[in-house]
């Protein structure tokens, strides 16, 4: 518990210092989404494949069909972060909030993330990922018809509290959480799970027209990021890309987790 409290107050902070986006007339910025790209830096990423999944954002903000899609929302502009996420305590705000209207603001936060190269950290805290993105949004300052999380990773929850109750407390704020999960290599280490997909689908994503888009293969990485956060901007929902079948058992959600005193 203590560790979702630090990281709260952290980007509660830090909205303040950058201070509320405000009209002339002091009411809050209205956009069509307010987004957090929530992107795993834990030790199973290779460098080369944080590098390949960096390039697919920053080409996704470049690409016209993006900022097609901003464009042609009823307000016509979106408020974007990017976050780096490991363990319990570990993000990185690199790209704090940015107002897309256009191309020009979009391809300049296109740059700006290409200015920071990816790290690299121990641990996978999904939960920690959407508690600290969940309180991005509350202190955001936008005045947003949606608010979602996109999450990125390659693995399962395996520090901090339990994922499952990060993401319900997300959706109960009205957020929405949509995934991206990372299976381009075969499962090796201790924390490897083959059915990522499954596990994001019954344990990380949640919300109103939640959806994820699996990448099982090192080329499908920029089109992959570009077609998910089109979905997003868009507001469309998508089918369904995972479809349960009779009988089909759900991901066990505590597959990676141990008994800890932070989970609530």
Request: charged residues 25%; contains cysteine.
């Amino acid at each position: 518990m203590r560790s979702r409290v630090v990281a709260l107050l952290a980007c509660l902070v830090v909205a303040v210092a950058a201070g509320p986006p405000v009209r002339a007339g002091g009411d809050p910025v209205e956009v069509d989404v307010a987004l957090v790209l929530a992107v795993d830096v834990s030790l199973s990423m290779t460098g080369d494949e944080q590098a390949v999944q960096r390039e697919g954002y920053i080409e996704a903000f470049r690409n016209p069909a993006v900022h097609q899609a901003i464009r042609q929302g009823m307000v016509g502009r979106i408020a974007v972060t990017y976050v780096e996420w490991a363990g319990v305590g570990n993000q990185r705000i690199v790209v704090p909030w940015t107002l897309i209207a256009g191309p020009e603001e979009a391809t300049g936060f296109a740059e700006r993330l290409g200015q920071s190269p990816p790290r690299r950290s121990t641990w996978t805290s999904i939960a920690s990922a959407i508690d600290f993105s969940a309180g991005l949004l509350a202190g955001s300052g936008f005045e947003a018809t949606r608010r979602v999380i996109d999450v990125s990773g390659d693995g399962p929850n395996n520090q901090g509290r339990s994922v499952t109750k990060a993401r319900d407390d997300a959706v109960g704020q009205g957020i929405v959480i949509n995934g991206l999960p990372l299976m381009i290599r075969e499962p090796s280490g201790p924390w490897d799970i083959k059915d990522l997909d499954l596990y994001y689908r019954d344990c990380v994503i949640g919300g109103s027209g939640s959806f994820m888009v699996p990448v099982r293969e090192r080329d499908q990485f920029a089109t992959a990021i570009r077609t998910k956060i089109i979905r997003e901007v868009a507001g469309r929902e998508p089918a369904p890309l995972l479809r349960r079948t009779q009988g089909e058992p759900r991901a066990n959600c505590l597959i990676g987790e141990r008994p800890n005193p932070d989970w609530d």
